[in-house]
Nanobody, 122 residues
Framework: QVQLVESGGGLVQAGGSLRLSCTAS????????MGWYRQAPGKQRELVAS??????ASYADSVKDRFAISRASANLMYLEMNSLKPEDTAVYHC?????????????????WGQGAQVTVSS
């Protein structure tokens, strides 16, 4: 079992920045990929960014060049979000999976965090 705890969400004006953190505990050697999904009201959950155990990162086109994912250790991950837009408003979920990278389609992961609300005002 793996437990995931997110922190760092909040309210920010358009153009601002936030940093999300995700800490994993439990059997941290059972997963390889870490990453973030988000779900806006009335929309499907989508993959935002993924990072492998070796540090290879990938991003959704909508956040490329604005967001940066990093992995400080096997169980600590960050998502630096810059130049935030109102359309980035969503609940952001930390997720981990046994695969090397997270899946964007279908959306799936072995373990999920409860989510952190990010609200960007215009």
């Amino acid at each position: 079992q793996v437990q995931l705890v997110e922190s760092g969400g909040g309210l920010v004006q358009a153009g601002g920045s936030l940093r999300l953190s995700c800490t994993a505990s439990g059997n941290i050697f059972s997963f390889n990929a870490m990453g973030w999904y988000r779900q806006a009201p009335g929309k499907q959950r989508e993959l935002v960014a993924s990072i492998s155990r070796s540090g290879s990162a990938s991003y959704a086109d909508s956040v490329k060049d604005r967001f940066a994912i990093s992995r400080a250790s096997a169980n600590l991950m960050y998502l630096e979000m810059n130049s935030l837009k109102p359309e980035d408003t969503a609940v952001y979920h930390c997720a981990v999976d046994r695969a090397a990278i997270l899946s964007g389609s279908p959306v799936r992961a072995d373990y999920w965090g409860q989510g952190a609300q990010v609200t960007v005002s215009s």
